[in-house]
């Protein structure tokens, strides 16, 4: 029994160590190839079979009506447009069986023979392996001759992969481009998804070692990562989405000013799973705080040399269908976790909340009547608060503020399902504000 024990041990430390080196040690050629050509070849399959399959749910027609009539209420909100009717019939076309196999296959024979080959091998470095790409073998699929244009610019741009071991069966592509190696995206393949990661920096760096007078008119600063991937979650089970995954900062100069755009970390922005066997498909929505910043370009001499700063607190909803769903759920529909606004300097002019004393989020549930007239109906409640700031316009004697501004504001009642309206007179809540409230 003693021996057994010893025995039993050893193998495990013997499974341990093997399964611990194995992302110590640079990738052969054939490694890379059948990881990224296989891995490659799947998703492409499996994406497409699951689209195939839920763009054929007969639900989604019920859906978009729904959608429709509930996005002709709200029209700031971007409802995705659904793939029903005739468009649904395309998007089915595109996704042939047939025509995406012979497209997957047509990928692996590409990546095996042209790209991830043992003669394309430059360098090993600790645990990953460089391939440095020649024009003569990408710009052509073997069958035609290469374009003499598209070798030139391969070979002038120095392209390289760098292929790193991540351990089990895992795998990161990293595109270098010219002297500086500069690293614009990275393909990822792991155990469940294949992700693609571009760089904005990276991005930037690729471009002025590429063409110096276009990187001109890039923006003076470009940081952020974004991903998009596809997930596998099983059989004709897929989620693909896209993701901000560090913060997106651009700064473009203008004359005397600058142009500014951020959004915060978003993962995931956008989701679309399709699980082809349960028949299901759902859309996600989850913007995080973005913000715009512009100067100002009026007449006002006061104003002149302020920036307009428009924060977007965020936006977020999520829907789903299945087959021979009646009733849908617009989940979690918000304007983010914070007071959306518009400035002027430092000057706050418009302020906007939604439902603030309710988690700043609601669901909406899309039925129909007995009537069959369709029907909305708001949980926990829909409290849109709007407020007016406009104090700082009256600030140039020359350019006072109509008065039509500065009128008492308005309160707006909605009550029932057929939405009849009370509007009564409410007095500011403060000095320097307007406000006007919409309750359903």
């Known amino acids: 029994?003693?021996?057994?024990?010893?025995?039993?041990a050893a193998v495990a430390a013997v499974a341990f160590v093997t399964t611990?080196?194995?992302?110590d040690e640079a990738p052969d050629a054939k490694k890379v190839a059948d990881i990224a050509a296989s891995r490659s070849a799947e998703t492409l399959r499996g994406v497409s079979s699951s689209m195939k399959t839920v763009s054929g749910l007969s639900t989604l027609n019920g859906l978009d009506d729904a959608?429709?009539?509930?996005?002709?209420?709200?029209?700031?909100v971007p409802l995705p447009a659904l793939p029903t009717g005739d468009e649904g019939k395309v998007l089915s076309a595109l996704f042939d069986a047939d025509e995406v196999d012979a497209q997957a296959d047509e990928l692996e024979r590409f990546l095996r023979?042209?790209?991830?080959?043992e003669?394309?091998?430059e360098s090993t470095e600790d645990n990953a392996t460089v391939f440095r790409l020649k024009g003569e073998q990408i710009c052509t699929d073997g069958r035609e001759r290469a374009d003499a244009d598209c070798v030139r610019f391969v070979d002038d741009a120095q392209l390289r992969v760098r292929a790193t071991n991540l351990g089990d069966n895992s795998l990161e592509l990293e595109l270098l481009i010219g002297a500086n190696r500069a690293e614009p995206l990275a393909l990822r393949f792991l155990p469940k998804a294949v992700s693609l990661v571009v760089d904005l920096g990276g991005l930037k760096g690729a471009v002025e070692q590429l063409d110096a007078e276009a990187a001109g008119f890039l923006p003076k600063v470009m940081v952020g990562q974004v991903e998009l991937k596809a997930t596998k979650e099983g059989e004709s089970h897929w989620i693909v989405s896209a993701s901000i995954l560090d913060a997106l900062r651009l700064e473009l100069a203008l004359e005397g000013s600058t142009f500014a755009f951020s959004s915060a970390r978003a993962a995931p922005l956008v989701a679309f799973e399709a699980?082809?066997?349960?028949?299901?498909?759902?859309?996600?929505?989850?913007?995080?705080t973005t913000e715009v910043r512009l100067p100002y370009t009026g007449l006002a001499p006061s104003l002149r040399g302020k920036d307009w700063t428009v924060s977007l607190a965020g936006i977020s909803y999520s829907?789903?269908?299945?087959?021979?769903?009646?009733?849908?759920?617009?989940?979690?529909?918000?304007?983010g976790d914070a007071q959306t606004h518009v400035s002027l300097g430092n000057d706050k002019l418009f302020a906007l909340d939604l439902n603030e004393q309710s988690g700043r989020h609601f669901d909406v549930t899309l039925t129909r009547g007995a009537d069959g007239a369709p029907l909305l109906k708001v949980q926990p409640e829909f409290d849109l608060v709007t407020r007016f700031y406009l104090a700082p316009l009256r600030r140039t004697p020359r350019r006072r503020s109509p008065r039509r501004m500065r009128t008492r504001p308005i309160g707006c009642v909605s009550a029932g399902a057929q939405g009849d309206r009370a509007c009564a007179q409410r007095p500011p809540t403060a000095p320097r504000a307007s406000r006007a409230a919409c309750r359903w």
């Open 1 to 8: 029994m003693q021996n057994s024990r010893s025995w039993l």
């Open 319 to 335: 829907v789903e269908a299945t087959e021979n769903q009646t009733d849908f759920v617009v989940k979690n529909l918000g304007l």
């Open 67 to 76: 959608m429709a009539l509930f996005g002709a209420g709200f029209e700031g």
């Open 119 to 121: 003669a394309n091998v």
């Open 113 to 117: 023979e042209r790209v991830f080959t």
């Open 20 to 23: 611990g080196c194995d992302s």
């Open 275 to 288: 699980d082809g066997q349960a028949k299901r498909a759902r859309f996600s929505l989850d913007l995080n």
